[in-house]
């Protein structure tokens, strides 16, 4: 168990509002990710961070932004959600590059 | 480009009964390679794990050896028991960057 603990656990918004999820681990790791899971598509990585204030691009980036002020939070913004970005979001850390990786419990997102 | 590439589920089968779940990739380097399983409404959680040629990763009962020379990475286990029935994902670390490279997911269902 790495600490990590995810907020809200579910949401529901409607098309265009702005979303914040939280994403807060306890116990220190450097790298943070941010992956949706969808059917069909298995996890698809959105962002990470390799520290603070350090952020990246994944594959699926579009729509989405980061910020990891702070080495225990990494907070993903969805700036106006669409019902495409219905869907499961997870949080994972690591301590080391390209190693094991701890996941959060995941949110999930409902956009109408 | 790095990729992994998982055998299509759902897979089912009887309580006892023998398990496998292919898994091959694609990848420069020595990556590491993982099995991870998803529980219903549960997070990613890592099940093994092997980082070199031949080694073998074990857990619950669960087994994979990392073949370079077939490029594989196959979860087995030889008696299956209902609580097994979860999502089981194979990934590999690129080495090269911060990403682990996922494959699509094997749901597996076992049956009393």
């Known amino acids: 168990d790495a600490g990590i603990t995810q907020s809200p656990r579910h949401k529901v918004t409607e098309t265009g509002t702005p979303v914040t999820l939280r994403c807060h681990q306890t116990?220190?790791?450097?790298?943070m990710y941010w992956y949706r899971q969808d059917p069909g598509h298995g996890l698809r990585l959105i962002h990470y961070s390799y520290g603070v204030k350090d952020t990246d691009k994944g594959e699926v980036s579009d729509g989405y932004s980061v910020s990891r002020s702070k080495t225990e939070d990494f907070l993903l913004t969805l700036e106006s959600a669409t019902s495409s970005q219905t869907s499961v979001y997870f949080c994972a850390v690591s301590g080391t590059r390209g190693e094991t990786q701890y996941f959060g419990p995941g949110t999930r997102l409902l956009v109408l | 480009g790095n990729s992994v590439t998982q055998m299509e589920g759902p897979v089912t089968l009887s309580e006892e009964a023998f398990l496998t779940i292919n898994c091959t990739y694609t990848?420069?380097?020595?990556?590491?390679l993982f099995w991870y399983v998803q529980y219903p409404g549960e997070g990613l959680q890592l099940l093994l794990k092997a980082t070199k040629a031949d080694d073998k990763g074990s857990n619950k009962g669960f087994e994979a050896t990392y073949r370079k020379e077939t490029t594989s990475f196959h979860l087995e286990k030889g008696s299956v028991q209902v609580s097994d029935s979860a999502v089981y994902f194979c990934a590999l670390s690129s080495g090269s960057n911060y990403q682990l490279i996922w494959g699509a997911g094997t749901k597996l269902i076992i049956k009393p």
């Open positions: 990848a420069t380097g020595y990556p590491s």
């Open positions: 116990e220190n790791h450097r790298y």
